[in-house]
């Protein structure tokens, strides 16, 4: 292999590993209006190393928005159950989503944290393999408001 493959693959690699993070904003709440209530799903920064590519995020049938690392992304929706929908971007690939339902009251706000970690990663034939994991889990307004602090709008 020659130099300037394995400086590519370098590169590459080093992109996959440490994704990038957010660099909007400071976290600042919605108030939602009446009848209506605010999804935050946010993405902790961690470790810069294994975290991984940045992962999608859809609400019901609408578009998809990345969460970068130490992001949030904030819906307000009208009272009641919706699913969001999480799942990485592989390119021309299906990945398996990852499903969360989440009730959510007039005035509140329900809070979903999401990760995406590298889980392995090897090599074959000269080219670098990893695999990842995505996750989402509803978390109480307690500790979603406490963490969600330290993150940046998408």
């Known amino acids: 292999m020659n130099t300037l493959t394995r400086r590519t693959l370098l590169a590459l690699t080093t992109a996959l590993l440490t994704g990038c993070a957010a660099s909007g904003d400071g976290f600042s709440p919605l108030a939602p209006a009446d009848g209506k209530g605010v999804i935050y799903v946010y993405r902790p920064l961690g470790k810069v190393l294994g975290r991984g590519e940045d992962p999608y995020v859809q609400l019901g049938t609408g578009l998809p928005r990345r969460l970068r690392a130490g992001g949030y992304i904030a819906f307000e929706v009208p ?76």
Do not use: C, W
């Open 79 to 154: 009272e009641g159950m919706h699913t969001v929908r999480a799942f990485q971007n592989m390119l021309f690939l299906p990945t398996i989503p990852f499903f969360v339902t989440v009730e959510v009251p007039a005035g509140r706000a329900s809070y979903l944290r999401l990760d995406q970690q590298v889980t392995k990663l090897g090599s074959s034939q000269g080219g670098v393999r990893a695999m990842q994991q995505v996750t989402v889990e509803e978390v109480d307004a307690t500790t979603g408001a406490a963490e969600i602090a330290a993150t940046r709008a998408n």
